[in-house]
């Protein structure tokens, strides 16, 4: 079965959406992480929680090593493609969840911006490791 033009612009609507979740849940988890860990916030050392934002913090981050974009980016822009939507002609969500997600500089930027993400998430590793399973934490240790 092949996509309408409209279907394809709403799923590339919600590829972006999610593509904005999933950015705001590495940076806010990070965030959580260094401002929880010292507070002695146990959710912030939830081991499966931890994990998933270190994985995706590393994946993107080798992403822009390799100079790729993100799988996201590709499929939501063939999407668009496919619903014959060009860069000028954008739904509402794209248009303003777009200015969340990107803006213009130089690829390094975003390399090191990534890096950095990363190194502070293996900081915040080691300072506060996740709990190794649901019994420690009703323990209190």
């Known amino acids: 079965m092949a996509l309408s033009p409209a279907l394809a612009a709403h799923l590339a609507d919600l590829v972006l959406a999610l593509h904005v979740a999933i950015a705001a849940f590495a940076v806010s988890m990070l965030l959580a992480v260094l ?5 002695g916030w ?8 931890r994990w998933t934002h270190l994985v995706l913090l590393a994946f993107v981050a080798l992403q822009a090593w390799l100079g790729r974009l993100c799988p996201l980016t590709v499929w939501e822009q063939l999407l668009r493609r496919h619903a014959g939507q060009s860069v000028h002609d954008v739904s509402f969500v794209e248009s303003w969840l777009s200015r969340i997600l990107f803006f213009e500089a130089p690829w390094w930027i975003f390399v090191a911006a990534y890096t950095v993400l990363v190194a502070l998430a293996a ?4 300072c506060w490791p996740p709990r190794r399973a649901p019994t420690e934490m009703s323990e209190g240790r």
């Open 35 to 39: 401002v929880g860990g010292p507070r």
């Open 42 to 49: 146990r959710w912030v050392r939830v081991a499966w929680l």
């Open 123 to 126: 900081l915040a590793w080691r």
